[in-house]
């Protein structure tokens, strides 16, 4: 059995991987657009993985602990703080994209990228 | 007076904020906007140079009483060097660059004000709100505070692009996006490599563990984090192969807000280039990676210049091509490579304003944007005229303006450091963007006036004229007297070596 | 054990996602693996951020990805 670090490692890369696959070969905008939240989402979770720590607990400091103890078990508390903000910020940006993709539908009559988007000029 | 620092990113942001709640009054939007923007440029200069920790957390080696208490692992290591909270660091390079950038900021809100009778809120909230986003890279000490409002600058970029009236904003701008969408979160994914590496997102404290040797510099994981943000950096800033579309978003936007924008680029450039070169100038790959983008980026952009009949996107392949001499300065990396590398940055912001404000007129009057539809125009104002002929020169290199001093000091830096074939191909370069330059001045300003065309009878906006006077005479003060800015320019590159 | 399957459930839901032809299911889809996804948060010991990924993740998201579909069509044409 791998451990659970590794393994979400490994599920971030591939949702990184399917969501790149998505944004690139899929036609349609909807699902584009789907696959760039899965990007955002694997890189999140990159990050909450770099914080984890095997038998480790919750960065809270609760009464009754010690210093050392909880310095010695706690997960690394920063990338928590750095991922809240960038949640909110992918779905931000997904918000305005789809916003921009309905004008675009109201104005071709399609939803796929190669007649919206095909006209170079 | 340190606690200026951080109002300069707060100011434009809670202006940004009433403006968007004041969206329908029309007179309080004016008002407000063109006393916020008039005050910003002074805060850079009343500020005093130093740092500012958010919320007081300051490094705990600055902090006697609280380091005695911890355990010696702590207080004897490096970890009592590093910055705890956000910082930002104000110094010579941030005072200059911010108040030019707010200068030209002004001028195009003021443009902005003059061609247009009803100024929606929502739009000065964009550009309040991209200058605030790119001060805050430039101030920020912290790669992921930079992340974060280099989010909001693309945001507020494609809401500058889609407050325009050009037919084809929404496919530009969700283009954009949809690669903003991928080089963000690839850029972060970079800065969690870094994170994994050192446990600090703070760049001084990057640098220092970079240099004392804390982590291992070979490591793929190392190089792989340079690849990330690299290509994020490549996105932001469009060099290749992101030129076409950063010019397409130039031609699409009103010409104001395209001065703005390219502002905006150059700022994000720099600041995340500086990044970039402090953390990763061990590396020998850097500075081929860095002349060999900017080489193409100025090539291709040129290339696609020349084609080009429509002046507004000639324009913006020729602002995305200048963008190459930055990052030749910074591929170079010599002390007087990097003092030059900015002070171009800063005539680039002063340059590309004065074109698409020009050029802007001539959209203005006419409504055309094709050079081979237009002819003639020199007898309806040959002030501006001159005006933009002189931003040709400035942009192209001819003493005594300023583009010709910070050109100059980049072939002199690359003839120092033995590479005079990237000499050669810069002085090639600036005579091609000339001569391109030329060839729209000509066919729009001096070309007989073909019969079909119809000038509107309306009269130039006085703040247009007064914005592009203002610049000229910063392009020729700066041309005379150089040392005004790269003396400080140097004096930070010389604590960045 | 348990955090295993939510991973493989949340990639194959993202998977089954991206190959549906109705756009709503596809939605569904990624509001579970958005779930998933902050279900793993918890088990990754931040809880702080897995109540945030399941409020955006789970039900803001789709949200507007079906306002979106409900504006446009909600077929996904292949050719």
């Known amino acids: ?92 940006t997904l918000a305005i994209m789809l916003a921009i993709a309905m004008v675009l539908y109201n104005k071709h009559g399609s939803l796929s990228a190669s007649v919206i988007l095909g006209d170079k000029k | 007076m340190n606690d200026l620092i951080p109002l300069m990113v707060i100011v434009p942001i809670i202006v940004a904020i009433l403006l968007n709640l004041f969206s329908k009054q ?213 060099l290749p192969p992101f030129h076409t579309i950063k010019s397409s978003i130039y031609s699409k936007a009103v010409p104001s807000g395209s001065a703005l924008l390219q502002a905006l680029s150059v700022v994000i450039f720099i600041s995340l280039g500086i990044t970039i070169f402090r953390i990763y100038s061990s590396l020998p790959l850097l500075e081929v990676f860095l002349i060999f983008f900017s080489l193409s980026g100025m090539i291709l952009s040129l290339t696609m210049a020349i084609m080009e009949n429509d002046f507004k996107r000639m324009i913006g392949f020729l602002a995305v091509g200048e963008l190459g001499y930055i990052g030749l300065g910074f591929g170079i990396g010599t002390k007087l490579s990097l003092t030059a590398a900015l002070f171009q940055g800063l005539n680039e912001i002063i340059i590309t304003a004065i074109l698409f404000i020009g050029f802007g007129v001539i959209l203005y009057l006419t409504k055309i944007s094709d050079i081979t539809k237009l002819g003639g125009l020199i007898e309806n104002n040959p002030k501006i005229a001159i005006i933009v002929l002189l931003g040709g020169f400035a942009m192209a290199g001819v003493p005594p303006l300023n583009g010709f001093q910070s050109k100059l000091m980049l072939i002199q830096s690359a003839l120092n450091d033995n590479l005079p074939e990237l000499a050669i191909i810069m002085i090639l370069i600036s005579i091609i963007t000339f001569m391109t330059f030329m060839k729209a001045f000509h066919s729009i300003y001096l070309k007989p006036k073909p019969k079909n065309l119809i000038v509107e009878d309306v009269r130039v906006p006085r703040s247009s004229i007064f914005a592009m006077a203002v610049l000229i005479v910063i392009c020729i003060v700066l041309g005379i007297m150089p040392t005004l800015v790269t003396n400080g320019f140097s004096g930070f590159v010389g604590g960045l070596i | 054990m348990i955090e295993y399957i939510v991973m493989i459930v949340g990639i194959l839901g993202s998977i089954l996602a991206l190959v549906q032809r109705d756009l709503l299911k596809a939605t569904i889809l990624t509001g579970i693996s958005g779930g998933c996804i902050a279900f793993l948060f918890q088990i990754l010991l931040a809880p702080d951020v897995a109540l945030t990924q399941a409020i955006v993740g789970a039900a803001i998201v789709p949200v507007f990805l079906a306002i979106a579909i409900y504006k446009t069509q909600r077929v996904d044409k292949d050719d």
Not at chain 2, 158 to 185: H, N, W
Request: glycine share 10%.
């Open chain 1, 1 to 92: 059995m791998i451990d659970t670090q590794l393994a979400a490692l490994l599920s971030s890369g591939s949702f990184i991987i399917i969501g790149l696959y998505a944004a690139i070969f899929i036609d349609n905008i909807i699902k584009k657009i789907i696959g760039l939240s899965f990007i955002e989402e694997g890189a999140n979770m990159f990050l909450i993985t770099l914080a984890y720590r095997p038998d480790g607990i919750v960065p809270i400091f609760l009464p009754g602990m010690t210093p050392e103890w909880f310095a010695s078990k706690s997960a690394y508390p920063l990338p928590h703080a750095l991922v809240l903000t960038s949640i909110v910020i992918g779905a931000s």
């Open chain 2, 26 to 238: 029309n007179t309080t939007v004016k008002i407000l906007s063109f006393l916020v923007a008039i005050v910003l440029p002074i805060i850079p200069i009343l500020s005093n140079y130093g740092l500012h920790y958010f919320g007081g957390h300051a490094p705990l080696i600055d902090n006697g009483n609280l380091l005695n208490s911890l355990p010696s692992y702590i207080s004897d290591g490096a970890l009592s060097t590093f910055h705890i909270g956000i910082t930002y660091s104000f110094e010579s390079l941030q005072r200059i660059l911010l108040f030019f950038l707010f200068v030209v900021g002004f001028l195009c809100i003021l443009t902005t004000l003059g061609e247009r009778k009803r100024i929606p809120g929502s739009y000065m909230f964009l550009m309040f709100m991209g200058l605030a986003a790119v001060t805050a890279m430039l101030l920020s000490d912290d790669i992921f505070h930079m992340y974060i409002f280099f989010e909001i600058a693309i945001v507020a970029q494609v809401g500058i692009v889609l407050a325009s009236t050009d037919d084809l904003k929404y496919e530009v701008a969700m283009k954009y996006l949809l690669l903003g969408s991928v080089g963000g979160p690839i850029l972060l994914i970079g800065i969690g490599f870094l994170l994994g590496l050192v446990g600090s997102v703070n760049i001084t404290d990057i640098v220092y563990a970079v240099k004392n040797g804390l982590i291992n510099t070979s490591s793929p994981v190392f190089l792989f984090s340079f690849g990330l943000i690299f290509f994020g950096w490549l996105y932001s800033v469009g």
